[in-house]
């Protein structure tokens, strides 16, 4: 079974710095998908960012990138220039994904990020 | 497309007392999963199904839930005899089979409370 760890779990930093959350995972598989979800106070969870396992170069989306590193098992999230709206639950979450099964997220239990003013 | 909807957004039940929620998937959306989430933690997977068929459950899945998808489009999750332990934001999401690994999209949870 895959596992999830979220090590941190509250950080909170002023508005437009950079903050990185952490991951680590634990898994045997090779294949894999990993994500980050957002989920603001009492709002529905929204995907922030994925990675294939497969690929080497890490995904960006505007002010949120990751930091993948397969062998570690590890799978951070960058924040750059930190918005008020940006403070919420951080999940990340593993898939496996092998076309014709389930594809159930797991997850870590989750880092609450503040963003002062 | 409104997205994921979930009915209801807040339920208080007695202790003992039947409870059922609903959730309508994006329409072209062929996959629904339905997973708990108490406070401090993660969301844990429970059930999904393709179309109508419930393919996995998980152990964390008593006798007393019980899911459905008729048809394959609305899914209900029913808890009979609700117990204090249920308390927890119950999430339905939905995908499509093919663009699973893009991620799912989530409704905004049924939060239940057993008094």
């Known amino acids: 079974a895959q596992t999830v760890t979220q090590s941190q779990p509250e950080m909170s930093v002023q508005e437009a710095e950079t903050v990185t959350l952490s991951c680590t995972y634990d898994?045997?598989?090779?294949?894999?998908?990993l994500f980050w979800y957002k989920q603001p106070p009492s709002r529905q969870m929204i995907l922030v960012i994925r990675?294939?396992?497969?690929?080497?170069q890490n995904a960006t989306e505007n002010r949120f990138s990751v930091n993948f590193q397969k062998a570690a098992k590890s799978f951070s999230l960058k924040i750059s220039d930190s918005q008020l709206g940006d403070t919420a639950m951080y999940f990340c979450?593993?898939?496996?994904?092998?076309?014709?099964?389930?594809?159930?997220?797991?997850f870590g239990k989750g880092t609450h990020l503040i963003i002062q003013p | 497309d409104t997205g994921v909807s979930q009915d209801p957004r807040h339920k208080i039940t007695k202790r003992g007392q039947n409870v059922t929620f609903r959730c309508d998937p994006i329409?072209?959306?062929?996959?629904l999963y339905w997973y708990r989430q108490t406070l401090g933690q993660g969301p844990e997977f429970l059930t999904y199904?393709?179309?109508?068929?419930?393919?996995?459950k998980s152990r964390l899945l008593s006798d007393r839930f019980s899911a459905e998808r008729p048809k394959g489009s609305f899914s209900t999750l029913e808890i009979q005899r609700t117990e204090q332990g249920d308390s927890a934001m119950y999430l339905c999401?939905?995908?499509?089979?093919?663009?699973?690994?893009?991620?799912?999209?989530f409704g905004s949870g049924t939060r239940l409370t057993v008094v």
């Open positions: 898994t045997s598989e090779n294949n894999y998908y």
């Open positions: 199904f393709q179309n109508e068929a419930q393919l996995e």
């Open positions: 329409s072209e959306h062929n996959r």
């Open positions: 979450a593993f898939m496996m994904y092998s076309g014709g099964g389930a594809d159930g997220l797991t």
């Open positions: 999401a939905s995908s499509h089979r093919d663009r699973a690994p893009y991620g799912y999209t």
């Open positions: 990675q294939e396992a497969y690929k080497q």
